[in-house]
């Protein structure tokens, strides 16, 4: 067996748990899962109302001829006038944000049937909490660190790494102290360049995941409940069709 393959081997398993943690850690991923899922378990109470109805005015939210306004009908939607009937489409970010701060007002207004479900999925999404970018260092006894590139021919640079660590909005990317090195974690040029800091990267990720993994479980529990309140609705809208 070669010297590089042996080099390859014998950090699989760490690479490997490294690749896997920090997939898990990403929390645009993570954040859009959250969005859809949420859009998701109301969309199965549509039509919200037979009567379209102007709710509130949004107070983050202009537009060129001025105020905007939200409103639920079959669905939640906005309006740039209150004479417009139909209204525009919101995107399933902006709902999850409208029902957060403006569910409440929404409530009294779907019909008799839905209400009582709607209003606890409103209750459950004020519950969620938000996967804010989250950035984790370690401090590392002084090592070197050779980075390799392979183009027209091998290049490879030195550097002295006393701190690493990562962002949850990128984390296959690790950075090196503070001047703007980064390797990456997935990247096979980048491989041998994690050789002699490998434990420490393997303790980074786990302390990352760690504090992460507090937040994935509160909301994996409210979205679970959200899950079964909307569960009849899908079953019969999947019979319906």
Aim: net charge negative; proline share 4%.
């Amino acid at each position: 067996m070669g010297v590089l393959v042996s080099c390859v081997d014998s950090l699989k398993p760490k690479i490997d748990y490294i690749a896997a943690t920090a997939d898990v850690c990403n929390t645009n991923r993570l954040y859009d899962e959250l969005v859809h899922t949420v859009f998701h378990c109301f969309y199965q109470l549509k039509p919200l109302s037979y009567e379209p109805k102007i709710v509130c005015e949004l107070e983050e939210k202009r537009s060129y001829y001025g105020s905007v306004y939200l409103s639920v009908g079959e669905w939640v939607r906005c309006k740039y006038s209150t004479a417009e009937k139909i209204g525009h489409e919101i995107s399933e970010y902006d709902f999850l944000h409208y029902m957060i701060r403006y569910g409440d007002l929404l409530k009294p207004w779907v019909r008799k049937p839905i209400r009582e479900d709607f209003a606890a999925l409103v209750d459950l999404v004020k519950q969620l909490k938000p996967y804010n970018t989250l950035h984790f260092s370690l401090e590392i006894p002084q090592t070197k660190v050779k980075k390799i590139w392979i183009g027209g021919e091998l290049k490879q640079e030195t550097y002295i790494a006393t701190k690493i660590g990562f962002s949850t909005c990128y984390p296959r990317r690790l950075h090196l102290n503070s001047e703007g090195v980064s390797l990456d974690v997935t990247d096979v040029e980048d491989l041998f360049a994690l050789e002699d800091i490998i434990d420490y990267v393997v303790e980074l990720y786990r302390m990352g995941y760690g504090e992460l993994l507090k937040v994935i479980r509160h909301n994996e529990a409210i979205l679970a409940k959200m899950k079964e309140i909307a569960k009849p609705y899908e079953i019969s809208n999947s019979l319906a069709r």
